[in-house]
């Protein structure tokens, strides 16, 4: 698997993704949804 790393700011919070870590257990728009918006921004 190829490893990806994607960064999200808002300048003041930066969201550090990787997909190696990632268990697409959803619990990030579960718990947050008005920050975690996967259909808007992946
Ligand atoms: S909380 Fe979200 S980003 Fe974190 S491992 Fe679960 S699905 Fe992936």
Not at 9 to 18: C, D, F
Request: net charge neutral; proline share 7%.
């Amino acid at each position: 698997m190829k490893e990806v790393t994607k960064e999200y700011t808002n300048g003041e919070v930066t969201i550090v993704w990787q997909n190696a870590l990632c268990t697409h257990s959803a619990n990030c728009v579960k718990g947050l949804p008005e920050v975690f918006r996967p259909r808007e921004n992946p």
